[in-house]
């Protein structure tokens, strides 16, 4: 079935350094991609998603690239802020909508 | 667009009892998904409707959960005979299109369930 890896946290690093979150995927067929942030007390917001192969989603200074051959979704930011530390989620979708997403990884910005 | 309301935020109750979630979509929208989420894990799907329809449900989800989506917009989450394992974060999300997979879920703030 579909299923979604993301790295391992928590992810440690100090202001304006180079973030990267790993994401693969398994899928059947050509699902749309996604990365949801999740901010402490907050409920779960759609920071970008992808919806063919080579497709890059962007927002907010977060991208990430749809790579069929590799079947990954790596989240990118050149420089983090403190106001970015939240958990952020890798999440597939078929074609029902249906949501199904990574474990999570915790990244805590440090000044 | 208000977003999407979930009703209570927090529940706590004894294991054995029943309890039930609220949750208004936002207007218009005709997908209507439910989601659990427990602590330090992904959001897991439970069941979803489109309008009234309830046309998916999870192995998660036993017997002892039910779902309604009665006229098409609010949609309640019954869990019979608590247990314990049951204490999660129920998620509610909506989205605005049937059958494309390409339209983002808009999620409520969630019911934090706590069983003793």
């Known amino acids: 079935g579909n299923s979604v890896t993301q790295m391992e946290g928590p992810v440690t690093l100090s202001e304006e350094a180079f973030l990267t979150i790993n994401c693969t995927y398994t899928a059947t067929g050509y699902p749309s991609l996604f990365w949801y942030v999740q901010y402490p007390g907050e409920g779960l917001q759609l920071l970008l998603k992808a919806t063919k192969a080579d497709d890059k989603g962007s927002n907010k200074g977060f991208e990430a690239t749809y790579r069929k051959e590799t079947t990954s979704f790596h989240l990118e930011k050149g420089s983090v802020q403190v106001s970015d530390s939240a958990v952020y989620f890798c999440a597939l979708s078929g074609n029902t909508g249906k949501l199904i997403f990574g474990q999570g990884t915790t990244l805590q910005v440090k000044p | 667009d208000t977003g999407v309301s979930q009703d209570p935020r927090h529940k706590i109750t004894k294991r054995g009892q029943n309890v039930t979630f609220r949750c208004d979509p936002i207007s218009e929208h005709n997908r209507l998904y439910w989601y659990r989420q427990t602590l330090g894990q992904g959001p897991e799907f439970l069941t979803y409707?489109?309008?009234?329809?309830?046309?998916?449900k999870s192995r998660l989800l036993s017997d002892r959960f039910s779902a309604e989506r009665p006229k098409g917009s609010f949609s309640t989450l019954e869990i019979q005979r608590t247990e314990q394992g049951d204490s999660a974060m129920y998620l509610c999300a909506s989205s605005p299109n049937a059958g494309k997979g390409n339209s983002p879920l808009h999620f409520g703030n969630g019911t934090r369930l706590t069983v003793t």
């Open positions: 409707f489109q309008n009234e329809a309830q046309l998916e």
